[in-house]
T-cell receptor, first 112, second 115 residues
Framework: QQQVKQSPQSLIVQKGGISIINCAYENTAFDYFPWYQQFPGKGPALLIAIRPDVSEKKEGRFTISFNKSAKQFSLHIMDSQPGDSATYFCAANSQGAQKLVFGQGTRLTINP | NAGVTQTPKFRILKIGQSMTLQCTQDMNHNYMYWYRQDPGMGLKLIYYSVGAGITDKGEVPNGYNVSRSTTEDFPLRLELAAPSQTSVYFC??????????????FGSGTRLTVV
């Protein structure tokens, strides 16, 4: 099963709050999990990525948490800012399959 | 370094017309992709290529064609445009790294309206 299921579809968070976006997958061969950030009128851009040999990866205010046994991973945005308002996509890939499988996307709005 | 360049940025087509969406990358990436993104929806893969002369269908290939004669260019051809092809089209490229870091680089998109 190649699907990656992402939730929620949309999310509104107050400035300074924590934004959490979740993704779940079925294919146990997946071994690379990136997150992409897309601003209106722009193409998606790689934000942060994780391999399943670690349970967490942090880059600034952005953290990926990974639960291999549950086949779930999530993006946490700490101290969310209005400039974080964008659409976020999770994705997954496996070695030898050079195509990312994308989640459905989450439209995040940070209210000032 | 321009990355992935898509042209045109906007286009309005009449039903039944044809057009080619251009995509070029200057990063010497061997893999290239075409996605479409409909409002409120995710990214759907149309076609992809793992190298010059090699192309393969994605999940929504009907109504589209591609070619890959060079590493740099991956044009997407729409034949007999239909309203269902109204969408934003993104081209992307990536590379196979020994450090296992699949870095997709996306273009800025082409917004196509078929009327």
């Amino acid at each position: 099963q190649q699907q990656v299921k992402q939730s929620p579809q949309s999310l509104i968070v107050q400035k300074g709050g924590i934004s959490i976006i979740n993704c779940a997958y079925e294919n146990t061969a997946f071994d690379y999990f990136p997150w992409y950030q897309q601003f209106p009128g722009k193409g998606p851009a790689l934000l942060i990525a994780i391999r399943p040999d670690v349970s967490e990866k942090k880059e600034g205010r952005f953290t990926i948490s990974f639960n291999k046994s549950a086949k779930q991973f999530s993006l946490h945005i700490m101290d969310s800012q209005p400039g974080d308002s964008a659409t976020y996509f999770c994705a997954a890939n496996s070695q030898g399959a050079q195509k990312l499988v994308f989640g459905q996307g989450t439209r995040l709005t940070i209210n000032p | 370094n321009a990355g992935v360049t898509q042209t045109p940025k906007f286009r309005i087509l009449k039903i039944g017309q044809s057009m080619t969406l251009q995509c070029t990358q200057d990063m010497n990436h061997n893999y290239m992709y075409w996605y479409r993104q409909d409002p409120g929806m995710g990214l759907k893969l149309i076609y992809y290529s793992v190298g010059a002369g090699i192309t393969d269908k994605g999940e929504v290939p009907n109504g589209y064609n591609v070619s890959r004669s060079t590493t740099e260019d991956f044009p997407l051809r729409l034949e007999l445009a239909a309203p269902s092809q109204t969408s934003v089209y993104f081209c992307a490229s990536s590379y196979l790294s020994e450090f296992y870091n699949y870095g997709y680089t996306f273009g800025s998109g082409t917004r196509l309206t078929v009327v």
